[in-house]
C-alpha cells in the first residue's frame, strides 16, 4: 500500500511572484490615485477679478478696507486705491470721456482694491461679506452666488447700498469667467469678463451667466484611462497568479482521491 500524498502547497517561488505581481500593482495604481485625489481639490468652475471699495479721503468713518480670510491669502491680494480727477485731466490720455460714462470718475476716492485668482463658488460668497465688511458698521449688505446648470454658469448677486452716500463712495465688482459671457446686466470687457459699478444709495443687482463646459467633466486626461487599464491588467495578472498558485491540498474530512495503484487494485 502506497502511502497518500502529502498536501500540495504553493511553492516558495509562486508565493514571491504574487507578492511581486502585488506590489508591482499597486506601484503602478498610485500615480493615479494621487492624481484622482490632487484634481478633486482644483477641478470645476474657477473665477478670477477684483473689487474696488472706496470713498472720499475726508470721510468721517475713514476709507473702506478689505480685510481677506486666512483661507484665501494664498488666492486674495489687496492694495490701496486711489483716484484723482485732477490728476487724469492733466494727463495726456485725460479727454473727460470716462466722467461722461461713470460719473463717479469724477470723484476724489480712497480706499482699497482685493484681486482674486481661481476662487470656487463656494468662495466667490464670501467676497459679498468682504465688501460689506470694508465699509463698517453702516448697515449694507452684498450677497453674491454662482451655480452651474448643465453647461451653464449663473451669477447671481443682490445689494443694498442704502447706507452709502452716491457723492462719496463707490464700488465695483470685476468678475472673469472660465467661458464667454451670453448675457450681462453689466459692462462686458471681453468674451469672458464683465464689470459692475452700482449707482450707491439704493439697491444693486449682479447677474451674469457664462457657457461652457464643465471642467470638473474634462478634467481626466488620456493618461489617467491608460493608468486605469494598466491598473485592471496587472490586477488580474495578481488574480490569476493567485488562483494558479493556491493550495490543491483536500479539506479537513475530504477523502483523499485514490492513486492510479489503488484505484486498479479496487477494481480487480
Known amino acids: 500500500m502506497h502511502p497518500s500524498p502529502g498536501p500540495a502547497t504553493a511553492s516558495p517561488v509562486h508565493r514571491r511572484i504574487v507578492a511581486l505581481c502585488a506590489l508591482v500593482a499597486l506601484l503602478m495604481c498610485s500615480p493615479l490615485l494621487a492624481g484622482c485625489l490632487k484634481r478633486s481639490t482644483t477641478v470645476g468652475d474657477r473665477f478670477s477679478g477684483s473689487i474696488v471699495a472706496a470713498s472720499s479721503p475726508d470721510n468721517p468713518a475713514g ?131 464683465v464689470t459692475w459699478s452700482p449707482t450707491v444709495g439704493e439697491g444693486a443687482d449682479f447677474t451674469a451667466d457664462a457657457e461652457y463646459s464643465d471642467p470638473a467633466t474634462a478634467a481626466l486626461p488620456s493618461w489617467s484611462v491608460f493608468f486605469g487599464l494598466i491598473c485592471l491588467i496587472a490586477v488580474g495578472a495578481v488574480v490569476l497568479l493567485a488562483y494558479r498558485s493556491r493550495s490543491t491540498a483536500p479539506r479537513p474530512g475530504k477523502p483523499t482521491p485514490p492513486t492510479g495503484a489503488s484505484a486498479g487494485t479496487r477494481t480487480r
Request: hydrophobic content about 35%; overall charge negative; aromatic content about 4%.
Open 63 to 193: 476709507t473702506p478696507q478689505i480685510d481677506v480670510p486666512d483661507s484665501m491669502t494664498d488666492q486674495v491680494s489687496v492694495s490701496e486705491f486711489s483716484q484723482d480727477p485732477k490728476q487724469n485731466a492733466d494727463s495726456p490720455k485725460g479727454n473727460g470721456t470716462d466722467s461722461d460714462k461713470n460719473p463717479a470718475a469724477r470723484l476724489r476716492l480712497a480706499g482699497t482694491k482685493a484681486s482674486f485668482v481661481d476662487l470656487t463658488m463656494g468662495q466667490l460668497a464670501q467676497l459679498g461679506d468682504m465688501i460689506a465688511d470694508s465699509f463698517g458698521d453702516i448697515g449694507i449688505s452684498v450677497d453674491l452666488s454662482a451655480t452651474r446648470r448643465d453647461g451653464i454658469v449663473r451669477f447671481r448677486g443682490t445689494a443694498d447700498l442704502t447706507g452709502l452716500l452716491p457723492n462719496r463712495d463707490y464700488l465695483e465688482l470685476n468678475l472673469t469667467f472660465g467661458g464667454p459671457i451670453s448675457a450681462t446686466n453689466g459692462e462686458q470687457l471681453s468674451d469672458n469678463s
